[in-house]
């Protein structure tokens, strides 16, 4: 087990003001990190956007080959401290020392 999966699982137990859930499809991955969830409107030339800039974490293990978190996937967002369910889409994702970080925006509506 890397450090880096260490330090989540500590961060995890430590903070959970940060803890999250991801919903893809009908799986649910239930341990996440995120430090929240701020949506501010914008309009564009492609329509109405909910900009955002949020990373979420998790481990690689719990992610389900059957439901893999490729860039442009919609997921659904749960930050624990909110309690509700955010619609989001990954804009970007790294695997690195057995954590994936993801990169989400708000999709076009």
Not at 14 to 37: E, F, N, P, S, Y
Not at 51 to 61: F, G, H, M, Q
Not at 76 to 82: D, K, Q, T, V, W
Request: glycine share 6%.
């Amino acid at each position: 087990m890397s450090v880096f999966v260490n330090a989540f699982d500590a961060l995890w137990t430590a903070h959970t003001t940060t803890q999250a859930k991801i919903r893809i499809g009908t799986h649910v991955i239930d341990k996440a990190l995120c430090t929240g969830i701020d949506l501010t409107r914008e309009a564009t030339e492609q329509g109405l956007y909910n900009e955002a800039n949020i990373t979420v974490r998790l481990k690689a293990t719990d992610e389900n080959k059957s439901y893999p978190l490729a860039i442009d996937k919609l997921v659904e967002i749960n930050h624990l401290a909110s309690g509700e369910w955010v619609k989001l889409r990954i804009a970007g994702r790294r695997d690195t020392a057995g954590l994936i970080i993801l990169n989400m925006e708000a999709p076009f509506e």
